[in-house]
């Protein structure tokens, strides 16, 4: 009963996540320019594991804490004010 009376009690977050897009496609390109360059042939596929983690670490460090008054109010993308 006591861990029911706890969760009921928590406080809902003022805050959310975003990923900032932008900054995501900067991190990533410039993750990618510092790759050396590699063989024109592997047997395996290693440059898409290369590929996968620049964009892991783009996406990681785009995130953004938005407040939830601000997140109320942003524009879905394509809409126009």
């Known amino acids: 009963m006591t861990v029911l009376g706890i969760l009921g009690c928590t406080p809902e977050p003022t805050h959310r996540w975003e990923t900032d897009q932008e900054l995501r496609q900067e991190l990533f390109f410039k993750c990618l320019e510092k790759i050396p360059k590699g063989p024109s042939y ?38 126009d004010m």
Not at 48 to 63: F, T
């Open 42 to 79: 592997t047997k395996y596929n290693d440059w898409a594991e290369v590929i996968e983690e620049c964009d892991s670490a783009a996406y990681h460090m785009a995130q953004k804490k938005v407040s939830k008054k601000e997140a109320a109010i942003t524009v879905p993308l394509g809409k």
